[in-house]
């Protein structure tokens, strides 16, 4: 498979779906779904096992599972058993599923890609949530207090920021003919305003909003940090469909 190269005249036409790297902020193991071997994983994942993850590509997930040197809020649980209690009560009702590696704190989330679940690893800063239904319910109730759209708007994107703790937050409407204009900004006082400002549609291709419509939401966590590769050993005829990654 020839590597895509994208400039100015074909974004649109990018597979920013299969990039073939992840946010370096944390790790991925892609395990079959029938076997439970390990078929993809990310290159960083050496960091975190102290080992080359090259080794593990093939193996089952236990064997990777005894490097990690994992404990939970529950008994201790291997990777193989947190997916199996997943597909037991649904990936949804368990993520993200609170573990330690070596000490430290990650959130791991599962999701279902093709015949692959894709287990990301991300470090999170204590074992304490937040309450996220009383918070969330709180922030729906001040949004539908508005009388209007352009005050929901203003509201939502003030509770969301307040929620997530952005630097900005952005309500962006699109046109029929695909170009879009900010309609709501919540941001940091250093920041310039975005508020009103026009995009034409090539500024958000067409097939990113059509992903963006089945995966709701997606987090960048640092847009200058490297991303590195994904490594598999199903050939690049097979690369990894990122669609339901966080």
């Known amino acids: 498979m020839s590597e895509f190269k994208v400039d100015s005249t074909n974004c649109d036409k990018e597979p920013i779906h299969i990039l073939g790297k992840i946010q370096g902020h944390g ?36 064997e990777i599972d005894v490097q990690m040197n994992i404990s939970n809020y529950e008994d201790k649980l291997k990777l193989s058993q947190i997916i199996v209690l997943g597909l037991g009560r649904g990936f949804e009702t368990i993520n993200p599923f609170y573990l330690e590696l070596g000490g430290k704190q990650f959130n791991l989330i599962i999701k279902n890609s093709a015949n692959i679940y894709l287990l990301e690893f991300e470090p999170c800063n204590n074992k304490e949530e937040f309450d996220v239904q009383k918070t969330i319910g709180r922030s729906i109730s001040e949004i539908l207090a508005q009388s209007g759209l352009h005050n929901m708007l203003n509201i939502a994107a003030r509770e969301i920021k307040k929620i997530i703790q952005y630097d900005r937050v952005m309500i962006y409407q699109f046109g029929e003919d695909g170009h879009g204009e900010v309609v709501a900004e919540e941001k940091n006082s250093d920041l310039k305003p975005f508020l009103g400002m026009h995009y034409p549609a090539s500024d958000i291709p067409k097939q990113a909003r059509e992903l963006y419509k089945i995966n709701l939401t997606r987090i960048l966590a640092d847009v200058n940090m490297e991303c590195p590769a994904i490594i598999s050993n199903q050939g690049q005829d097979a690369p990894l469909d990122l669609t339901h990654s966080v």
Do not use: C, M, Q, R
Not at 31 to 53: C, F, R
């Open 27 to 62: 790790f991925l193991i892609g395990v079959n779904n029938k076997d439970h071997s390990i078929s993809y994983i990310s290159e960083n994942t050496a960091v975190y096992i102290n080992d080359d993850p090259l080794k593990y590509l093939g193996k089952h997930i236990d």
